[in-house]
T-cell receptor
Framework: AQSVTQLDSHVSVSEGTPVLLRCNYS??????LFWYVQHPNKGLQLLLK????ATLVKGINGFEAEFKKSETSFHLTKPSAHMSDAAEYFC???????????WGAGTKLIIKP | DTEVTQTPKHLVMGMTNKKSLKCEQH?????MYWYKQKAKKPPELMFV???????INESVPSRFSPECPNSSLLNLHLHALQPEDSALYLC?????????????FGSGTRLTVV
């Protein structure tokens, strides 16, 4: 069975410092993985995706993530945080079903001025 | 057009009301989804339509009734809801294989049941 664990419920960083949001997954096959972002009172936006091509994936707004099969991780990073990055971030893994995705519990990113 | 459009953005309804949520996409996606999201939680899948046919119903109470009139439209009919049904309702669409591209989400309808 597939599962995904976001290791931090909240992450707080100062503006201009690096961001690291951690995600570990469990899968019986080679999954696809996604990071979605949700700003307050908004819908969900796809940040980036891994689908068995390059293991270092670049997304929108300067975010990137590295798929590490040996560590079963897909951590999200950004070199320099901006106030507009404050949001909820979800790590998502594909399941056996064609349509269902497995969602992490979310990490709230707080940016301090 | 790379958007999923949901209307209304906000809805307040009484427990005896009947209302509908609407979702529209023009990306040629053949799978469409309804999700429910409570505060500070990830979204929970409710229904999946594939090629306009209901493929997945995640044991959702019958007071929620989905409808897919055509490949671009998805409705969610609401009747006799309970206060605990208050949530953000998200519509999404995908290519036939979302494992490759993921979903495209709308901005949601914030539903309050009074």
């Amino acid at each position: 069975a597939q599962s995904v664990t976001q290791l931090d419920s909240h992450v707080s960083v100062s503006e201009g410092t690096p961001v690291l949001l951690r995600c570990n997954y469990s899968s019986s096959y080679s999954p696809s993985l996604f990071w979605y972002v949700q700003h307050p009172n908004k819908g969900l936006q796809l940040l980036l995706k891994y689908t068995s091509a390059a293991t270092l994936v670049k997304g929108i707004n300067g975010f990137e993530a590295e798929f590490k099969k040996s560590e079963t991780s897909f951590h999200l990073t950004k070199p320099s945080a901006h106030m507009s990055d404050a949001a909820e971030y979800f790590c998502v893994v594909t399941s056996d079903s064609n349509y269902q995705l497995i969602w992490g519990a979310g990490t709230k990113l707080i940016i301090k001025p | 057009d790379t958007e999923v459009t949901q209307t209304p953005k906000h809805l307040v309804m009484g427990m005896t009301n009947k209302k509908s949520l609407k979702c529209e996409q023009h990306m040629g996606h053949r799978a469409m989804y309804w999700y429910k999201q409570k505060a500070k939680k990830p979204p929970e899948l409710m229904f999946v339509y594939s090629y306009e046919k209901l493929s997945i119903n995640e044991s959702v109470p019958s007071r929620f009734s989905p409808e897919c009139p055509n490949s671009s439209l998805l409705n969610l009919h609401l009747h006799a809801l309970q206060p605990e049904d208050s949530a953000l309702y998200l519509c999404a669409s995908s290519q036939q294989d979302p494992k490759r591209d993921g979903y495209t989400f709308g901005s949601g309808t914030r539903l309050t049941v009074v």
